[in-house]
């Protein structure tokens, strides 16, 4: 074997995961780290027309480092398919997003294929810390504006009327209903501009279930509120967020937090849950924070639920934060420029680049020395 990186992921996903493989896959190509990308699909949206990776992936593992960037108890089912010996005799690392408070126990197991894992906030870095007997190290992801189009206009190609003050959230549905928790952004929002014709609220998703019927009532009975189901491309979305005004974000946990990043990113002021992996960058200085309880996660409202936490939105200091950034422009730009300047200098791949680099640098030293 080689001295290099593989990278274990759905590098063509139009989704979280998939923007996670290819900022690292920029990365590590901006510090002349020879790659092969090991495409491994999950369920959802792939496009490969947007992206120019073909050229590094590959169906053998054919370096001795491998980076697999999938839920972590996917490394499982990735055994099953491929057998141990992707694993051996290579250095793995698991650079996998994880939202909970607790790694569960009957699943302990799983990082005993793993040399070390990469944690992405201190949030997940926690989570692993007190459950998980395998060297942790905190690894933020990149956050950076992809190269677009300026004349593609969301205001158009989906319809947005930018006289009005549009609030988005951006969520997968496949992540599953109950942790992005679009319904409590409804409720906040239907308190706090109800009769207000001139302020909507735009809900972007992919995966959704005609037969929410929940969903669909709230849907059906205010004008105001938006139901966009597609998968778009990064141009598009991002287009999207400049087509709106604010970003709202009422989930119950994140393993990061990227498209709350991504809106900061844009200087969009964000309406979001104190709570999670975004509290690394969202703070009273950069954010509108939502505060709320954090409690036992319903039976089966998740996978993993069992001696799990999470966050529970107040409704009412929602729709507070909600007023608060539609009524106060000085304030609301203020927040919206601390967060860019923390985004920007934080998130860089720069930044980034550099602490991988370093660790990087510390496993190829190990592999050599053995």
């Known amino acids: 074997m080689m001295l290099g990186v ?37 369920k ?53 997003p ?18 070390e894992l990469w944690a992405s906030s201190h949030h997940t870095f926690k989570a692993y810390e007190e459950n998980l007997n395998v060297p942790i190290y905190l690894v933020p992801l990149i956050v950076e504006l992809p190269s677009f189009n300026e004349n593609l206009t969301a205001s158009i190609s989906l319809n947005i009327d930018q006289s009005k003050f549009n609030f988005l959230y ?30 909507v609220l735009v809900l972007k998703t992919m995966g959704y279930r005609q037969d929410n019927d929940e969903l669909n009532r709230s849907l059906k009975d205010y004008s105001n509120i938006i139901l966009i189901n597609d998968c778009l491309s990064r141009s598009e979305l991002f287009s999207l967020y400049k087509a709106c005004d604010a ?35 969202c703070i009273e200085k950069t954010a509108f924070l939502v505060q709320g309880d954090v409690k036992a996660v319903a039976p089966y409202a998740y996978p993993f639920w069992f001696e799990n936490r999470w966050f529970f939105p107040d409704i009412e200091n929602a729709k507070t934060q909600m007023l608060r950034c539609f009524n106060e422009p000085t304030l609301r730009s203020n927040i919206t420029e601390n967060a860019y300047q923390l985004i920007s200098n ?12 370093r660790r990087l640098d510390d496993v190829f030293a190990k592999i050599k020395s053995h």
């Open 247 to 281: 970003y709202v974000s009422l989930h119950k946990a994140e393993g990061f937090g990227r498209t709350i990043a991504e809106a900061m990113l844009l200087k969009k002021p964000v309406i979001t849950s104190n709570y999670s992996g975004n509290v690394d960058f």
């Open 346 to 357: 934080t998130f860089s791949s720069q930044t980034i680049s550099k602490l991988i680099s």
């Open 170 to 199: 951006v969520f997968d549905s496949n992540s599953t209903f109950s942790r992005k928790n679009p319904h409590d952004a409804i409720s906040a929002f239907q308190k706090a501009f109800l009769g207000h014709s001139d302020v």
């Open 6 to 42: 593989n990278i274990i992921g759905p590098i063509f996903g139009e989704f979280g995961i998939g923007e996670d493989v290819r900022s690292l896959v920029q990365a590590l190509l901006g510090l002349d780290i020879e790659i092969n990308i090991f495409e491994y699909p999950q």
């Open 98 to 115: 994880w939202e909970l408070e607790k790694w569960p126990k009957q699943y302990q197991f799983m990082a005993s294929y793993l040399d």
């Open 44 to 96: 959802g949206n792939f496009s490969k027309a947007s992206y120019s990776f073909d050229q590094y992936c590959g169906n053998n593992l054919v370096f001795d480092i491998n980076i697999f960037c999938i839920p972590i108890f996917e490394v499982f089912r990735f055994i099953s398919e491929y057998g141990f010996s992707a694993f051996e005799g290579r250095y793995n690392i698991g650079y996998s």
